[in-house]
Structure formats: structure tokens, C-alpha cells
């Protein structure tokens, strides 16, 4: 492999909502480059990007997939990314190690959520991007309201640069708005289009797009637009200039259009890349600490400190855990020793790989400014700095979207029970928005994620990679009990046997607390009735009944025991007495102060299309729901409630079913409410013979 200076370097992610041909548009721009000898097909297994078996059943993308070319003497490295909410999470990582992204929009389907989220994304994490309109063979193909769209989405100024010279499908030639030139397009002429004269008939509209562009460069700088009224016109060169500045600072936004699936426009779109996106060393320096806390700046620098930022993590059957790494400054070697200073750990180097899809091709070094590979990291995780021993350069962490889906996943046999734990962690290192734990209150295994998809892809990979087996269940709700009522009480436990006995007597009263109170005892003992050594075994016998609970054998919560009587007795007495005589007390008191259960309560936020709210808002109110409020966001509306965790346990399929895919939401715990009467009475009975079963085998 040749080495490439920084400045002929350019690291470029293809992003955009489900379905807009992003990995199409890849396989072409492969195909154009000789990377592969021919155009590979989504779903089918002559895909370079899509080569995971799920990928290929499921056909669409799943997961982040790196490949590199040479156009024009640069090396560019394409990170071809998910559009699905299930498998988004690979893009917000994606976007922290490029420096310029294409935005792929489907021509009949225009600027929907998740090409806007992704251009959000891109913003925070400073990436130019350009625009590129695809499918324009399609029937509904409208350049116009997709030029709105962006305006109205993105807040900033389309600029064509490239017009079709027809839609839908006859589509074949595109103009070059800037040079007044056609490209003409055949079938099976790899891809470059022919020069040609504009035909009479387009070229009014070119010029009234040429004069759009020209006034919308030189309105972003100052020196130009003085040029430009002076003059009435731009020169090349000036133009191009004026174009990379107004990307570079994000105030203008390009707009290619094409078919990748025909091939057409994409050498024009492969060019762009290399012309209007940045290099390494054109963008910005990324912010890091260093590890006195410090604020650095980390710049594109051979001979900077080593800094490198994890992006992914691949765990691939045949050469084990494979690192996916941007190197921001310095170089990293083979065989070397690093640090990892996010966990504070060395790791050990051994081959260095640029990834080709699927493939590895190995290299003695990967240098500021490039993508790389490492295999057989130990602690390695996405989001993790790598760096050189001494200035231990810290990134800011990746943020992931939140996990919205959950499911309790129960071991078919006792072979599965032993691997499960290694397995999930394996898919977990892999994907991070994949989210074990053991749930403290139900005793259940959780694996939550972006959705039912998601979790449903994550079992088949467990099966077919680990042979792990699992069945599949909604989780159990939290649910907890508390009071309304108070009372009080003596608890007296007495036992006389053979030789010496048990004595322990209390009077407590029990009462309600406010709500998210938690518990409180308070010891009213006055003149030594129950001796100090005995107090904390009264309290301790209360909070082990307390978590068993009354109605449901759900805990308590909210509640204040107060200890104020008693009595004992000189040798019968002891801890043991006093914690049963507590536990006794409380659980015949309690059931005179009006127990009831407790639900939680979650915050939901629901982004859909204005023309689906009645329907969501609708489903809320029979969800037991309650409406916070509602934001219009231009077609978009975001509906804030706050619903019973019981109704929305498969949230994620009735939002798509609803909105048919195009509703997204996040929700999180907030606090506990009473269960309304009328359910309370099935829960208890059910979680009582739940309890039964459970403790009878049966």
C-alpha cells in the first residue's frame, strides 16, 4: 500500500434515513473505483458493504461497514451506515471520525426523520456534508419539494450543482449547472458519463439555476459578493472557492442527484467528494483532556502525540475482536505497545489492517488522518482513546440513542445459562446501544435495545455465533405497594421450649410517607423498655417484611415506622426475639392501613408525521396516558405524556404499526403513581399465583 499525505486523504460516511440506496450508491462507487468488478446487489451475497448473514437475509444494512478506494490519486475511506431505527447506532459513532458526510435522500420519498437526525449528528460533531438525491429514475421524483424540504429541515441553502435533465424512467443524462455541460449516461459504460452540449431545451432552466448558485456562493463571503455586484459574474476559480468555504462552514449545503442502481451521476457525486469535502487536515482540531483534565486540541499531525478514537467493534468469527479506530493525531504502529486511556490500561499491537468490506489488508502503520484496523485487543471497547503512554489524550465519550425496547430473556437449557452471560457481553462490546442487567426488583435477565428488530437480530447472532438458545418474554413491571393509612401495633413473639426461651415485644406505629419518600424508622424508646443492643433487630425484622409486601409480595416503600414500646425480658431475650417480634407486628398491622400497589410511570417523547398524531394520541388515552404537551416541528410533531410502564412494554411495534415506521420515541422511568382500583384487584391475584407456582414447583 502506498502511503497518502494527509491532504490526499479523505474519510467520507454515507448517511441518511432507511432505504434511500445509501449502500447501492456505495457498491457503485466501489464498482466505479475497480474495487469490485461489479455492482454489487443489496441482499444478494455480491454486496462488499452488506456482507453480515443478516444483512444478506434481512436486505438492508445492519451494521457500520468500512471500505477504501483511490479516485484521482486520493484515497478516500467510505463508511457506508444504517438508515433503520433499530440499527442507527453505528451512525452517531460514525460521524465522530469522518470529516464529510453525503446525505443520501430517496427521490420519491424526500427529507424524513432520520436524514434530519443525521444531519443533526453531523453538525454536532462538525462534519460538511453534501446532498444526494437518489432514485431519480423513480416516477415520483421531485427535485423541487426535496430543495424545500432541505431548506425548511436543515435551515440552510440548497445549491444545486447538478440538474436531471429528465425524471422518472427515462431518466439518463443530468446537467452541470456550473460549466453548462450535459452528461450522458448509457447502459454498461461503467459508470462515466459522457460530455455532451446541453439539448435547447433545459438550458434556460440551467442558466436560472447557474444564476441561483452563483448568487448563493457569493452571498456567504463578503470579498465575493462585492466581486459578484461589481462584476455580475464569478470566476471559476473563484467560485470553487467560495463553494468549499460556504460547505466548510456549513452555510451552504450542495446537492448532487443520480441512481445508484443505474449507475448514473455517481462519477459526478465520486468527484464532489474529493473536490468539496474536506481533508483531515482542512478540518477543525477535535477537543480531547489530557490527563491532567486539561483541555487539548488535537490536530492531524504526523508527528503529534498518538490519539485515536474507537468508532466500532466487530466480532468477527475468524479473526476474533476487530477494532475499527480513527487516528486523529500521530501514528500508530504494528507491533507496538499503546495505551488505552480511557480505562487507564497498555494494550498490545500486532498486524494493522486498512478493512475492505469483509476483508482485511494488512499495513506496517496507519498515520494521522486514517481509518485502520487492529485485531485481539484485549479491554478494547467502542468510544475508547488509544494513545501513547505519555500524554494520554482522553475523546469525549460516543453518545448512543437511548434503548427503548426490552425483553426478559429465560435459558432453554442449563448449557444456555452458562453461556448466556459471555455471549451477551460479546454482543454487547460489539454493539453498545445493546443493554444487559439483572433487574434488582423482578430477578430477571433484561436485554433491552432500539427495538423489537434489534433485539430480535442480537438472539440470532447469540444462536448462530454461540449456539446460545434463549425464550422470550415482555419483563415483568416493578411494581411496589405502599400505604394510605396508620395504626398501631404490638408485635410480641414468645416461645417457651426445654431450656431457655424466646421473648421479644413491641409496639410500633406504622404511617404513610410522601411519595418517593422511601422508608424511615425512628426509635421513641424512652426508659430502657427495649434495650439499645435490641433496636436494630427490630428494624431490620420490619424491612425484611417490607420487602416481601402484603397484597402482591412486591416491596414497600414510602412508609415510617415508629418504634415507641415494649418490653423484655432478663434471659429470654435476644436479637433473633426482637426481629421476629418486629416483622409480626408489621405485617398485622399493615393490613389495616389500607395497602395498595404502586406503578411506574414513564416519560415517553413520540416524534411522528402531523398527519399520525390523532391516531397516537388516541392510543395514549387508551394507554392510561396522560398529554404533557405537543410541539410542531414543520411536518413533524413531538407529543410529550407521561404513560403506565404496564401499557407501553410493546411501545416500539404499535408506534410502527400506527405511523407505518415513521413515528420514533424515548422513553425513561419517572416516578411511582397508585394503580388504579379496578386493575389493582387482577394484578394482585395474578402475582399471588405467579408467587404460588413459584414456591409449590408446580
Not at 74 to 87: E, R, W
Not at 282 to 304: I, S
Not at 476 to 504: A, D, F, H, L, N
Not at 513 to 541: D, H, L, R, S
Request: aromatic share 6%.
Amino acid at each position: 500500500m502506498k502511503q497518502y499525505d494527509i491532504q490526499d486523504i479523505r474519510n467520507i460516511a454515507l448517511v441518511g434515513h432507511g432505504a434511500s440506496g445509501k449502500t447501492s450508491l456505495a457498491e457503485a462507487i466501489l464498482y466505479n473505483a475497480k474495487v469490485s468488478d461489479r455492482l454489487g446487489k443489496v441482499g444478494e451475497n455480491t454486496s462488499v458493504m452488506d456482507y453480515d448473514d443478516d444483512e444478506i437475509s434481512r436486505g438492508h444494512t445492519i451494521s457500520a461497514s468500512l471500505a477504501f478506494y483511490e479516485w484521482e490519486g486520493k484515497k478516500v475511506n467510505l463508511v457506508d451506515t444504517s438508515g433503520n431505527n433499530n440499527f442507527i447506532a453505528d451512525t452517531p459513532a460514525t460521524l465522530r471520525v469522518v470529516d464529510g458526510s453525503v446525505i443520501v435522500v430517496g427521490a420519491e420519498d424526500g427529507v424524513q426523520f432520520y436524514t434530519e437526525k443525521t444531519w443533526q449528528w453531523g453538525q454536532d460533531s462538525g462534519v460538511s456534508s453534501i446532498v444526494f438525491i437518489n432514485k431519480m429514475d423513480h416516477e415520483r421524483a421531485d427535485l423541487e419539494s426535496i430543495k424545500e424540504g432541505i431548506r425548511r429541515k436543515f435551515r440552510k441553502n440548497p445549491v444545486v450543482l447538478y440538474v436531471p435533465v429528465e425524471t422518472g424512467p427515462s431518466f439518463s443524462s443530468i446537467a452541470d449547472v456550473v460549466h453548462g455541460k450535459m452528461f450522458a449516461y448509457e447502459k454498461g459504460t461503467n459508470g462515466i458519463g459522457k460530455v455532451m452540449d446541453l439539448p435547447a431545451e433545459v438550458k434556460d432552466d440551467v442558466e436560472t439555476a447557474r444564476a441561483e448558485l452563483i448568487e448563493n456562493v457569493a452571498e456567504g463571503d463578503d470579498a465575493l459578493l462585492e466581486t459578484y455586484l461589481d462584476k455580475g459574474e464569478l470566476t471559476d476559480e473563484e467560485f470553487v472557492e467560495g463553494l468549499k468555504s460556504g460547505i466548510s462552514k456549513g452555510t451552504l449545503i450542495p446537492v448532487l442527484c443520480g441512481s445508484a442502481t443505474h449507475n448514473i451521476g455517481v462519477d459526478l457525486l465520486m468527484q464532489a467528494m474529493i473536490d468539496y469535502l474536506p481533508s483531515p487536515g482542512q478540518r477543525p482540531p477535535v477537543a480531547g483532556k489530557d490527563k491532567g483534565n486539561h483541555e487539548v486540541a488535537c490536530k492531524a499531525d504526523l508527528k503529534g502525540p498518538l490519539a485515536a478514537l474507537v468508532f466500532k467493534t466487530i466480532a468477527d468469527p475468524y479473526a476474533g475482536r476487530l477494532t475499527l479506530f480513527r487516528v486523529f493525531s500521530g501514528s500508530l504502529k504494528g507491533d507496538s505497545s499503546i495505551t488505552n486511556s480511557t480505562q487507564n490500561t497498555g494494550e498490545r499491537v500486532g498486524q494493522l489492517y486498512f478493512q475492505q468490506g469483509k476483508k482485511q489488508v494488512p499495513v506496517p502503520e496507519i498515520s494521522a488522518g486514517d481509518l485502520g484496523t487492529v485485531a485481539k485487543l484485549k479491554v478494547t471497547t467502542t468510544g475508547d482513546t488509544l494513545s501513547d503512554g505519555n500524554s494520554m489524550i482522553i475523546f469525549p465519550p460516543i453518545e448512543f440513542p437511548p434503548t427503548v425496547y426490552s425483553r426478559a430473556l429465560v435459558p432453554k437449557t442449563r448449557a444456555d445459562e452458562e453461556k448466556i452471560s459471555t455471549a451477551l457481553k460479546r454482543l454487547a462490546e460489539e454493539d453498545p446501544t445493546l443493554q444487559i442487567e439483572r433487574s434488582a426488583r423482578t430477578h430477571e435477565l433484561i436485554l433491552s435495545g432500539l427495538g423489537q428488530v434489534h433485539i430480535d437480530v442480537a438472539l440470532e447472532k447469540m444462536h448462530r455465533r454461540f449456539g446460545v438458545d434463549v425464550e422470550v418474554k415482555p419483563p415483568k413491571v416493578p411494581y411496589m405497594e405502599t400505604i394510605r393509612g396508620s395504626t398501631k401495633v404490638q408485635g410480641k413473639y414468645k416461645k417457651q421450649t426445654g431450656g431457655r426461651g424466646q421473648y421479644g415485644d413491641t409496639w410500633i406505629e406504622i404511617a404513610p410517607m410522601p411519595k418517593g419518600a422511601g422508608f424511615e424508622f425512628e426509635n421513641k424508646i424512652v426508659g430502657g423498655a427495649i434495650p439499645k443492643q435490641y433496636i436494630p433487630a427490630v428494624e431490620k425484622g420490619i424491612h425484611e417484611a417490607m420487602e416481601e409486601g402484603v397484597l402482591a409480595h412486591y416491596p414497600m416503600t414510602d412508609i415510617r415506622i415508629s418504634l415507641y414500646d415494649g418490653s423484655y425480658h432478663n434471659v429470654d431475650s435476644s436479637e433473633m426475639a426482637f426481629k421476629i417480634a418486629g416483622s409480626l407486628g408489621f405485617k398485622k398491622g399493615v393490613m389495616d392501613c389500607k395497602p395498595i400497589l404502586l406503578e411506574p410511570i414513564m416519560t415517553m417523547e413520540i416524534i411522528v408525521p402531523s398527519e399520525y398524531v390523532g391516531d397516537v394520541m388516541g392510543d395514549l388515552n387508551s394507554k392510561r396516558g396522560k398529554i404533557l404537551g405537543i410541539d410542531a416541528d414543520d411536518d413533524n410533531q413531538k407529543i410529550r405524556a407521561q404513560v403506565p410502564m404496564a401499557e407501553v412494554l410493546n411501545y416500539a411495534a404499535d408506534l410502527r404499526s400506527m405511523t407505518a415506521g415513521r413515528g420514533v420515541f424515548s422513553l425513561k422511568f419517572d416516578h411511582y403513581d397508585d394503580v388504579p382500583e379496578h386493575l389493582m384487584q387482577r394484578i394482585v391475584e395474578e402475582a399471588r399465583a405467579e408467587h404460588e407456582k413459584a414456591h409449590h414447583g408446580h
